[in-house]
Nanobody, 115 residues
Framework: QVQLVESGGGLVQAGGSLRLSCVAS????????MGWYRQAPGNQREQVAT???????NYADSVKGRFTISKDNAGNTTYLQMNSLKPEETGVYYC?????????WGQGTQVTVSS
């Protein structure tokens, strides 16, 4: 069992930056991949960026060149550096960990980008 806790959300002006953090605890050795996902009001949750246990990354086309996903050497903290934020990127950002048995979610952190 893995527990995920996100932090770092907040209110930022368009063009600004935020860095989100996700701390994993429990059986972190079962994690195959970590990811950040966004859910805007009235929309489905969508994938923003992922990073595998080996360090391979993947990004949604809309954030390429502006967002960077990374993890610390211990493997228990995953970051999402978000630059040049846009108002349409407002939403709740969730951290998710993928395991053989399925996906675990954190509680989410609110990001609000004002125009």
């Amino acid at each position: 069992q893995v527990q995920l806790v996100e932090s770092g959300g907040g209110l930022v002006q368009a063009g600004g930056s935020l860095r989100l953090s996700c701390v994993a605890s429990g059986n972190i050795f079962s994690i195959i991949r970590m990811g950040w996902y966004r859910q805007a009001p009235g929309n489905q949750r969508e994938q923003v960026a992922t990073i595998t246990s080996g360090g391979s990354t993947n990004y949604a086309d809309s954030v390429k060149g502006r967002f960077t996903i990374s993890k610390d050497n211990a493997g228990n903290t995953t970051y999402l550096q978000m630059n040049s934020l846009k108002p349409e990127e407002t939403g709740v950002y969730y951290c998710g960990s993928d395991h053989i048995t399925g996906r675990t979610w954190g509680q989410g952190t609110q990001v609000t980008v004002s125009s």
